[in-house]
């Protein structure tokens, strides 16, 4: 039920740190140990490559997962559309492990992928928020999000999860394999939980930069660099679904490759720029839209001081910065719905699960 919210969005996007905390809680025992499966934990050791297979905000999380195995567990990682991967079916390793990720666990395009490879005899993974769905039922193992039902058609609290539970893979993984971590994963989950709830508390800010920004522009581009990328892809994705307004996410180097041209007077330009490594070339990109009249906005976890019209969200570790960083896209996209008065749960044309290819 919706309760006191206006829409189902707002109450999952709301819901996001306690999701996490849940996590935390499911995936550790008494004594600080994750506990996972261990049939899960001897396909990730065994296997020499992922293969992760995906749709949408799945596909999007997916990507920053590839990072989270690879940097933690040492794995090399690849991430396919779902839809694409029979075209254009990668050559597999000797020992390939397929992980699947779905909210639903119905989305037909993972499913025949998840068909095919089951045909082929390679073991599967399913990370899903209704175990017991066909995914997850016709994979070996399953890994669960925790997230409680997610009405809004646009996801939100299921695409911090799907990370959330992507990073405790890794490092389950990576302890399998004696990999030393410097620091103490949980206790920066839920820091990062702490995080997310700062930026909801903080709606208004963000219905304000929709009001300044927004205007009744048809486009809208969100640009990023390493990590922040891939939040740019869903930020990007998520605006388009629910408000209409054409929007791309990419990264800040592609700028000059073509995008550049689309900028004009008042475009909005979100800035996500959460690597410290990345502040002084995403604050170049930001003076090169700014110059051709777009409105930007910046989203920066270290201040990018200069620009004062930076708003700056809440330190976390390096690797879970697209838990923190994707809320205010998130609030940006909702209240640009709102603004404009579309269904926002309900976008025309989609449907929570796809079940058709
Ligand atoms: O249930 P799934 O995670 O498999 O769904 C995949 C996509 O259809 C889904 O993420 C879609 O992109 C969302 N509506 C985006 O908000």
Redesign the pocket.
């Known amino acids: 039920e919706k309760g006191t919210y206006p829409h189902f969005m707002l109450k999952e996007i709301d819901e996001q740190p306690f999701v996490m905390r849940k996590i935390i809680q499911k995936y550790q025992d008494e004594n600080n140990h994750l506990k996972l499966d261990g049939d899960i934990r001897r396909a990730m050791q065994t296997c020499d490559r992922v293969y992760i297979i ?6 999007h999380a997916g990507l920053v997962g590839k990072q989270f195995i690879e940097k933690l567990s040492n794995i090399p990682v690849e991430v396919h559309v779902a839809s694409e991967f029979s075209y254009n079916m990668p050559l597999l390793s000797d020992r390939p492990l397929f992980v699947f ?7 037909a395009d ?1 499913r025949s992928v998840l068909v095919q490879i089951k045909e082929m005899g390679h073991p599967a993974l399913t990370i899903t928020n209704v175990p017991g769905s066909t ?1 997850s039922r016709e994979a070996d193992y399953t890994l669960n999000l925790h997230a409680g039902p997610e009405i809004a ?4 609290k ?2 911090t999860a799907q990370m959330a539970v992507l990073a405790i893979l890794a490092v389950d993984t990576a302890r399998a394999k004696e990999i030393a971590l410097d620091f103490d994963p949980m206790q920066e989950l839920a820091i990062a939980a702490n995080a997310m709830e700062s930026l909801t508390d903080q709606k208004e800010t963000f219905d304000e930069l929709v009001r300044d920004n927004f205007g009744t522009t048809r486009n809208a581009f969100f640009i990023g660099r390493s990590t922040d990328y891939f939040v740019c892809l869903e930020g990007a ?2 605006l388009k ?1 629910i408000s209409y307004i054409q929007a791309e996410g990419f990264a800040g180097g592609e700028l000059k490759h073509g995008t550049l041209a689309l900028i004009e007077e008042d475009t909005p330009v979100i800035a996500l720029a959460t690597q410290e490594n990345v502040n002084d070339s995403i604050r170049s990109n930001v003076q090169e839209v700014a110059a051709r009249g777009a409105n930007a906005m910046v989203i920066s976890m270290h201040g990018l001081e200069q620009d004062t019209d930076a708003f700056v969200i809440p330190h976390v570790h390096e690797l879970l910065t697209p838990l923190v960083g994707v809320v205010p896209m998130q609030l940006l996209a909702y209240y640009a719905a709102l603004h404009r008065g579309c269904d926002v749960d309900k976008p025309r044309n ?1 449907a ?3 079940t058709v290819e």
């Open positions: 995906a749709a949408g905000t799945s596909y990720i779905s909210q639903s666990g119905e989305t993972s995914l058609v646009a996801s939100t299921a695409y994705l998520k679904e989609l929570k699960s796809v």
